[in-house]
């Protein structure tokens, strides 16, 4: 193991700099030549790898998204422009990557090691959804929850102005889990996802029940993937007499200052994939649990569904009856 490189694919996550970072410092302290690979796998075909010394990556590490871009590559699912990339690797004699994405660049990862025996692959989860099976944080997750918290915080100051109820619609794709942690740790009154099913008739009972008591305004939380932000407004309008609005959050979730939880986890994932290059490990990603950080094959990750920590569904089905 002489040169190793680094590229970001798939959504940009506030981490990924600090990652950057690390992965430049600490192969230069192990004697190695390190790559920076712009445009994700669009750079990897189109030849944009340079390399990397400390000036590139100073003063990088309070700075969210990526200094060497991301990208969603079509061109990579075709063999033929995987082979460019090859060769591309070859010619700088690169036998060490490490990929920051989720699941789909993973499954591009899966396709570049089977096709280059040569090259050892280590993945890094990153992504704000926190979806990624295998793994209970994904980098970036941190900097996004903290992200909602402030402009939850900040709604509910409105909120509780007007006497309005505000729907907030959080990002997640198919994934609950920032709309979850973000409607328990915010306080708010209704939290919906695609992991638990509701039953609006109870929450009416409820909320109704606690603005009979006095309650003036409400806080929802809805994950994107239910795509019924707007409908949930109106049933507040309907079914509780209170005036609504609807906020959705977006790609603010995505940006940001990193977080010190997610500069330190990009810190210790980096580490751990450079080490595994060095002992020269077969292609896998860097996962975290309970237990720590381990080693796990990629189709024990990009290939199976990712769930929700059952205490965390346990919790959030106690919106349903409070």
């Known amino acids: ?66 200094k060497i871009r991301t990208s969603r590559s079509k061109r990579f699912r075709e063999a033929r422009y995987r082979r460019i990339a090859i060769e591309n690797l070859k010619a700088r004699e690169i036998t060490g990557l490490v990929i920051l994405g989720g699941d789909g660049s993973f ?37 996004a929850l903290n992200t909602i918290r402030y402009a939850i915080d900040a709604i509910r100051d409105t909120a509780s102005s007007f006497g309005r109820a505000f729907v907030i619609e959080v990002m997640g794709r ?20 695609p992991e638990i099913k509701y039953d609006l008739s109870l929450y009416r009972d409820n909320l109704m029940k606690q603005k009979e008591e006095g309650r003036e305004y409400f806080i929802a939380v809805v994950s994107e993937a239910l795509k019924n932000s ?3 407004a109106q049933w507040f309008e309907n079914e509780l007499g209170v005036e609504s609005r609807v906020t959705v959050l977006g790609h ?9 939880n997610d500069r330190l986890m990009a810190f210790h994932f980096v580490t751990h994939a450079i080490d595994a290059l060095i ?19 990629i189709e024990e990750v990009a290939f199976k569904t990712y769930r929700i920590n059952e205490d965390l569904l346990k919790l959030g089905m106690e919106f349903n009856t409070k």
């Open 174 to 193: 198919e994934c609950g889990y920032l709309a979850l942690v973000s409607a328990l740790t915010s306080g708010a009154e209704m939290c919906l996802i």
């Open 230 to 232: 707007e409908e949930t």
């Open 107 to 143: 499954k591009g990862m899966q396709k570049l090691s089977d096709e280059y025996e040569a090259l050892h692959i280590m993945g890094i989860p990153s992504t704000i959804d926190n979806d990624i099976a295998g793994t209970e944080y994904c980098l970036g997750v941190d900097t």
């Open 1 to 66: 193991m002489k040169n190793i490189a680094i590229l970001c694919s798939g959504g940009d996550v506030s981490g990924m700099n600090a990652a950057l970072k690390r992965f430049v410092e600490y192969a230069l302290t192990n004697s190695l030549t390190p790559y920076m690979i712009y445009n994700g796998y669009e750079g990897l075909i189109d030849n944009k790898i340079d390399p990397a010394g400390y000036s590139d990556v100073s003063g990088i590490i309070s700075i969210g998204g990526t």
């Open 252 to 260: 603010i979730q995505r940006g940001g200052t990193p977080t010190v």
């Open 279 to 297: 002992r020269k490990e077969a292609s896998a990603v860097v996962c975290y649990s309970d237990n720590g950080f381990r080693l796990k094959k």
